[in-house]
């Protein structure tokens, strides 16, 4: 017991700050090399996984969420995703990272990210309904 809590808290610490490095990259990088990282545009992932991979993925999303609530800089919803699509990827968890965009009555455009992995949302999903998805990648893994 004690030994799964000692990866939960590495896992949480490596999270932290990977959420970090993650919120450094899009302020500093350009977005056509961040989207590189992201993978293939205009292209989704596959929607079956192993049960044990989308247990796996659920689990690091839920983490992710929960992490993110403790981080000195902002780690909103493109932040949370793109460290997802990397923790995933590290798994060899095949991903996708959607991006939308919903217009405010005062026609200002707001913008939102989620990451899917299998059937699954696991990141963003409590307001991706409210926005409709302009772009998408698609981080495949060859052993799937």
């Not at 981080?71 to 798994?91: E, H, I, N, R, Y």
């Not at 990451?115 to 409590?126: F, H, P």
Request: hydrophobic share 45%; with cysteine.
């Amino acid at each position: 017991m004690k030994k799964l809590k000692l990866k939960k808290c590495l896992l949480i610490i490596v999270i932290w700050c990977l959420l970090g490095i993650t919120r450094i990259m899009i302020l500093t990088i350009p977005f056509k090399k961040v989207a590189a990282i992201m993978g293939k545009s205009k292209e989704e992932a596959i929607k079956v996984l192993t049960e044990r991979d989308q247990r796996r993925a659920k689990k690091l999303g839920n983490l992710i969420s929960y992490v993110s609530n403790y981080t000195p800089w902002d780690s909103k919803c493109f932040v949370q995703a793109l460290t997802g699509l990397m923790l995933l990827s590290l798994f060899k968890i095949p991903s996708t990272i959607y991006f939308g965009i919903r217009k405010q009555q005062t026609n200002r455009l707001l913008a939102h990210a989620w990451l899917r992995a299998g059937e699954q949302v696991i990141t963003g999903d409590e307001e991706r309904r409210y926005f409709i998805p302009v772009a998408k990648y698609a981080k495949h893994i060859k052993s799937y």
